[in-house]
């Protein structure tokens, strides 16, 4: 089946540690998204990236930071700057040629 | 500012009314408009999509969609609402000159379904 994964569903760290989610996806796609998903909020865009070795800051990036080594996957790592990273964090990509997006199912990262 | 939004954060309908959740945009020109589900828990699922074309939009799920440029409006309906529709709803929208093909997201509208 072709699809996205994300790893693990739920995640609790200590604040001060750094934390790395895991996107998976086996659609061939070059676009690769995360956003961060807060009650009320809407998601809002933290990294995309469109070909490997390449991505690009969306519109809060900070205290995140993002890598593209492989087509196939794109981790999300949440460092200890990010002030608030308790949140609902989903991942998606799409064709470079087309504005549908396909999402995970998502990581709920609880910092405690 | 370019914006999407949805002007009610939550809603209640019996099972079996009729829905309809408003979803308004401030853009320049037309953009590409979605709308996208998510049960608790989940991820996204898109329901429905505009680009171009017939201003009345077929999902899936039996959503439908009616495109307004005069009102900047891109609003879900659905005839007869099932349990199994609750959950929470998403309209977003890409820039048609927009390189990177960003989804704007909407706040989003809870549904809820009464009994």
């Known amino acids: 089946d072709g699809g996205i994964t994300q790893s693990p569903k739920y995640l609790f760290r200590k604040e001060g540690q750094n934390v790395t989610l895991s996107c998976e996806q086996n659609?061939?796609?070059?676009?690769m998204y995360w956003y961060r998903q807060d009650p009320g909020q809407g998601l809002r865009l933290i990294y995309y990236?469109?070909?490997?070795?390449?991505?690009q800051k969306g519109d809060i990036a900070e205290g995140y930071s993002v890598s593209r080594e492989k087509k196939e996957s794109f981790p999300l790592t949440v460092t200890s700057a990010q002030k608030n990273p308790t949140a609902f964090y989903l991942c998606?990509?799409?064709?470079?040629?087309?504005?549908?997006?396909?999402f995970g199912p998502g990581t709920r990262l609880t910092v405690l | 500012a370019q914006s999407v939004t949805q002007p009610d954060i939550h809603i209640t309908v019996s099972e079996g009314a009729s829905l309809e959740l408003r979803c308004n945009y401030s853009?320049?020109?037309?953009?590409?408009l979605f709308w996208y589900v998510q049960s608790p828990g989940q991820g996204l699922q898109l329901l429905l999509k505009?680009?171009?074309?017939?201003?009345l939009v077929q999902g899936i799920k039996g959503f439908e969609a009616e495109f307004k440029r005069s009102q900047s409006s891109f609003n879900l309906r659905k005839p007869s609402v099932h349990w199994s529709d609750a959950a929470e709803y998403f309209c977003?929208?890409?820039?048609?000159?927009?390189?990177?093909?960003?989804?704007?997201f909407g706040g989003g509208t809870r549904l809820m379904v009464k009994p």
């Open positions: 998606a990509s799409s064709k470079l040629s087309s504005n549908e997006q396909f």
């Open positions: 659609l061939n796609h070059d676009a």
């Open positions: 990236s469109q070909i490997v070795n390449d991505f």
């Open positions: 853009y320049g020109a037309t953009p590409y």
């Open positions: 505009y680009f171009s074309g017939d201003t």
């Open positions: 977003a929208v890409v820039p048609v000159v927009n390189a990177g093909n960003m989804l704007t």
